[in-house]
């Protein structure tokens, strides 16, 4: 019966202890909510996250009251956890009582992952571990340094292909001018795709790509130099005439009859005169024949 009173009083003991602890600590853990922009861990989580992490690689720690040294494994002990609690146990602001043990490093991993690198195709994104409190002499140490990151790949999905196409030049005209009569001179282009368009994801939410306003191959026509054409002169000489005098010498003269009078037109976008008509053909005639005294 005495037995089991003796571990009812040794139980709530052991509670009691553990709250003025945990209530000791407790503000050293309330900066971690607000550290900085990024989302950590809450005092709860760090708290498990140091009761189960490794203590580091290749430290050694003196049990307390013991001269033996022991590697640390990665797994702690009810001892080592309560040793870890109670070693925590700081003075207060503002009090001038000693520390009761060792300062442990106190550190937590972002809660959220940074920014992808990539929007789609495959990037990396980062978590950051922050150390809050170094450790102290003889203080466990954290299980990373500060500002160490580990890395998981994003947004895996393909990006999604904008179709790429373009217009040919515009072909030669296959007329200089508009005659007048028929149909205006015509010019063409074709449409040619270079990539189809693919539809993807972006942040890995579905994204339609952009399509191109024409199909490979289509083909414009367009009306081209409709500008009228220049006029040429027309016509013909009509011979010469009978000589102005029939002795001593004269003249006579041969007629360009023109049938088509020349006008200004263009030529390939460009302005242009008719060909002119030519000029009348004078020439002597009855030279050698002397008139009588």
Known sequence: MYFVLLIIILFLLFLWKTKETYENIS?????????????????????????????????????????????????????????????????NVGSNTNKSGPTHCIGVWDKEWSQCSEQCGGGIQKKFYRVLQKAGPDGIPCSYEDGDSIDQKCNLLECPINCDGSWSKWSKCDQNCYSGTGNYGKTKRTYSIKTEAKDGYINNIFTKAIRCDHQDGDIENESCNTEPCAVDCEGNYKGFGACSNWCDGGVQQNTFQITKYPK????????????????????????????PK
């Open 27 to 91: 503000p050293n853990y309330s900066k971690v909510d607000n550290y900085n922009e990024f989302k950590y861990d809450s005092p709860s989580t760090v708290l498990e996250e140091q009761s189960w992490k490794p203590v580091g690689s290749g430290q050694r720690r003196e049990k307390e009251n013991s001269v033996d040294v022991q590697e640390p494994t990665n797994n702690l002990s009810l001892e080592d956890i309560k040793s870890y609690f109670f070693s925590l146990k700081k003075e």
């Open 264 to 291: 200004s037109g263009w030529f390939d976008g460009v302005a242009v005169k008719g060909k002119e008509c030519p000029k009348n053909i004078i020439q002597d005639c009855n030279t050698t024949a002397v008139c």
